[in-house]
């Protein structure tokens, strides 16, 4: 992707450019403004203004500093300079050891989509190859092995999700099988491993850790192999920039370490936080579990509601991380205070939402939200249909909840019931066997509530 000449920088298929400063923002609701049209990302407000010009790529650093994405730089100095200069090719991974990403695994994806925007190269590297070793950055014990079929299956499923940030001309997308699975262990070990300190690969956080529980020899590869694999991407692309979390730190350096032995080239490393909430928990965790980008596993509306409901000490770091509302819009938003805060956080999930799952998802999600805690329902609300034998049968609420995903688990639904936070209708559920009855459900529904955040409306079928 290139800057046009007056660095507006355009879009990078489809992602919203920054609303203009100083610009007075229409309602998000409001039927004139559709919020853009390019992919299904919002763009910015009406216009009448000019849109502001994105961040010259000389001080893209300080752009990323300044929005909570720098952690650690290993050559901070010279990786500037190297910004400054022109195009840098730089890489992320996404090792799929899942079906989807998760939302965690928005901080890369919109880091990298700063980057490209501002003219810079992207490359989204999927671990087709490392995911059969497992990643133990952050693990207490062996990732379980999954089949390359797999593997493979979960790649083309997540592929669409990052291509929704990586994307545009210049963009490349990668699958480290291609070069991984050929190899020939006597030459690797021969050519690559032995560029390799046993002493220093033990002194890494993601190593050390594993040591007194045990770390699998499998395992102790990853680093080699994630070292190859920019390697390999300097080769090829002249890519001399890895990001990633701050997990990630030992094995972005044993990467520009052995592109350094091998080619006397600088290289450069750049790691992210890793996002907690203010309460201290995981960001993307929740009762019923992961928050994912995938919509079959975490539907627009719980993703919309997670991001709504969010501690109020967050909202101004999720607006910066995962928006990209100007700053000094950020700062106008998270200047509120009590009620009045709710504003932001509605901004917040409307864009987080429209990002990930397109324009028309997040103004449904925002309805729908709207229906169910205003008192009403409707279609707009997520559905679980059960069926007349299931209640006649007697049917457990703390069944229904695991069922219709709002508790990852029946020991999960037991305790939000035995907490007072379950209630089906108006009424509240107070015990933990207690039964729904066949004449609670309406003929349009009935809303489930767990919690202040969570809601299905429940639909009975003959």
């Known amino acids: 992707m290139t800057a046009s000449k007056d660095n507006d920088m ?6 919203p450019s920054p609303p203009a400063t100083g610009c007075a ?5 409001s039927p004139d403004n559709d919020m853009g ?3 299904g990302f919002p763009s910015p407000p009406a216009t009448g203004c000019a849109r502001q010009s994105l961040a010259s790529p000389t001080r893209m650093l300080d752009v990323l500093r300044e929005r909570g994405f720098v952690q650690q730089v290993s050559d901070e100095p010279g990786l500037a300079a190297s910004l400054g200069k022109g195009q840098v090719t730089f890489y992320a991974g996404f090792d799929p050891t899942a079906p989807s990403l998760h939302v965690g695994s928005m901080i890369p994806l919109m880091a990298m989509a700063h980057l490209a925007r501002a003219g810079h190269r992207p490359i989204a590297l999927l671990g087709g190859g490392t995911a059969m070793v497992g990643d133990p950055s952050g ?7 999954m089949t390359v079929e797999t593997i493979q299956e979960n790649r083309r499923s997540i592929e669409p999700q990052v291509r929704r940030f990586v994307a545009g001309e210049s963009a490349i997308i990668v699958d480290n ?6 190899l020939h262990y006597l030459e690797f070990l021969r050519d690559i491993g032995r560029q390799f300190s046993v002493n220093r690969m033990l002194a890494a956080e993601a190593y050390r850790q594993r040591l007194e529980k045990g770390l699998s020899f499998i395992e102790f590869n990853y680093q080699i192999l994630q070292a190859y694999d920019f390697l390999i991407l300097y080769r090829r692309y002249g890519c001399t920039l890895q990001v990633g979390g701050d997990d990630q730190w030992g094995n972005i350096l044993a990467g520009t370490d052995l592109i350094r032995r091998l080619h006397q080239a600088e290289t450069y490393a750049l790691t992210f936080p890793l996002i907690t909430t203010a309460a201290g928990a995981k960001m993307g965790k929740t009762a019923a579990g992961a928050v994912w980008l995938a919509a079959e596993r975490t539907s627009p509306f ?10 109020d000490r967050d909202v101004g770091r999720f607006l910066k991380l995962l928006t990209f509302l100007p700053m000094d819009e950020i700062g106008r938003l998270t200047a509120r205070e009590g009620a009045e805060l709710r504003t932001a956080k509605q901004i917040l999930a409307y864009e987080v939402t429209a990002i990930v799952h397109g324009k028309e998802a997040a103004e449904n999600a925002q309805n729908a939200a709207r229906a169910a805690f205003g008192g009403g329902g409707g279609e707009l609300v997520p559905t679980h249909v059960v069926s007349a034998a299931e209640l006649s049968a007697g049917l457990k609420t703390v069944d229904l909840l695991a069922a219709a995903g709002l508790a990852v688990s ?21 015990s933990v066997e207690d ?7 309406a003929g349009d529904g009935t809303l489930l509530h767990a919690g202040k955040k969570h809601v299905r409306r429940i639909v009975a079928k003959s």
């Open 10 to 15: 355009g879009t990078l298929e489809g992602f």
């Open 25 to 29: 923002r229409q309602s998000l609701a």
């Open 37 to 39: 049209t390019l992919e």
């Open 139 to 145: 693990r207490t014990e062996l990732r379980q092995m």
């Open 177 to 182: 099988a291609e070069w991984l699975a050929p």
């Open 302 to 311: 719980d993703f919309y509601q997670y991001f709504i409901n969010v501690d």
């Open 410 to 430: 029946k020991s999960a639904a037991r305790r939000l019931v035995a907490q007072g936070g379950v209630r089906l209708g108006t009424r509240k559920v107070s």
């Open 435 to 441: 039964v729904v009855q066949s004449s609670e459900i």
